[in-house]
């Protein structure tokens, strides 16, 4: 069973960039196809980016060139870069890790950017 924990939120004004890492057990990082996906207060949680273990990537429309999604396999770790954030990427921030059929899950981070 994979453990996720994130980390990396915080307070940002608008325009600003946040860095968030998401640290993942071991054993089963190096097969995980990995994703972000966030949820604001009232809506669903979303996807916002993906990246399988060969490295490619992909994203949601409403963060692709501003976002970027990247990881580490020494350090089992992967990364989202946030540029130029805008009030509405407040959101909870977690961490997906997919092996296979299962989905594992951390437990979040907040993202508060202020206008």
């Known amino acids: 069973q994979a453990q996720l924990v994130e980390s990396g939120g915080g307070l940002v004004q608008a325009g600003g960039s946040l860095r968030l890492s998401c640290a993942a057990s071991r054993s089963i990082f190096s097969v995980c196809l990995m994703a972000w996906y966030r949820q604001a207060p009232g809506k669903e949680r979303d996807w916002v980016a993906t990246?399988?273990?060969?490295?490619?990537?992909n994203y949601a429309d409403s963060v692709k060139g501003r976002f970027t999604i990247s990881r580490d396999h020494a350090k089992n770790t992967v990364y989202l870069q946030m540029n130029s954030l805008k009030p509405e990427d407040t959101a909870v921030y977690y961490c997906n890790c997919r092996p296979g059929i299962s989905a594992y899950w951390g437990p979040g981070t907040q993202v508060t950017v202020s206008s």
């Open positions: 990246i399988t273990t060969g490295g490619n990537t």
